[in-house]
């Protein structure tokens, strides 16, 4: 099995995956993370506010051993 990555305009997936169909391949469509957060206003807010906080240097760091406590 091998992974193809395609990308797009939506016509232009539309033909793909016609022919992919045509010629009995297997396929499945996934979305992208960024696009399902940004898919609603609430999650945007949330992503939005994350970005925001991190190029304003409000960060901090975790060190590996401390992760999982």
């Excluded at 022919?19 to 939005?48: C, K, P, W």
Aim: proline share 0%; charged share 25%.
């Amino acid at each position: 099995m091998a992974t193809l990555i395609i990308e797009g305009d939506n016509d232009q997936i539309a033909t793909v995956k016609a022919f992919l169909n045509s010629v009995g391949i297997n396929f499945r469509t996934e979305q992208d993370a960024t696009e399902y957060l940004l898919s609603n206003s609430s999650n945007t807010t949330e992503l939005l506010d994350s970005v925001k906080e991190a190029l304003d240097g409000n960060t901090r760091t975790i060190g590996l051993d401390d992760i999982w406590k």
